[in-house]
Nanobody
């Protein structure tokens, strides 16, 4: 069973930066598409960014140019560097590992990001 553990959340002032990390268990990491999602209070979970096994990346329009997703296959870890944070970026950030061929769709428990204005 794949386990994902996020870390790096916290309180930051608007305009500041945070780097989130997500460590995965298991050897499937190198094959999986890794993604970050977020959920603000009272809102639906939304997709933020994804990175494929070949390191192709995609971003939601709301974070494009400010957030960077990366992965280190040797460490089974995916990162989300968040710069120029805005209050609307606040929420619980979740890591996801997906692989259609393997039937994989695993989630972490999330890490809380708070952005003060």
């Amino acid at each position: 069973q794949v386990q994902l553990v996020e870390s790096g959340g916290g309180l930051v002032q608007a305009g500041g930066s945070l780097r989130l990390s997500c460590v995965t268990s298991g050897s499937i990491f190198s094959f999986a598409v890794m993604g970050w999602y977020r959920q603000a209070p009272g809102k639906r979970r939304e997709w933020v960014a994804r990175i494929t096994s070949g390191r192709s990346t995609n971003y939601a329009d709301s974070v494009k140019g400010r957030f960077t997703i990366s992965r280190d296959n040797a460490k089974n870890t995916v990162y989300l560097q968040m710069n120029s944070l805005k209050p609307e970026d606040a929420g619980v950030y979740y890591c996801n590992a997906a692989d259609v061929a393997l039937g994989l769709d695993a989630w972490g428990r999330g890490t809380l990001v708070t952005v003060s204005s």
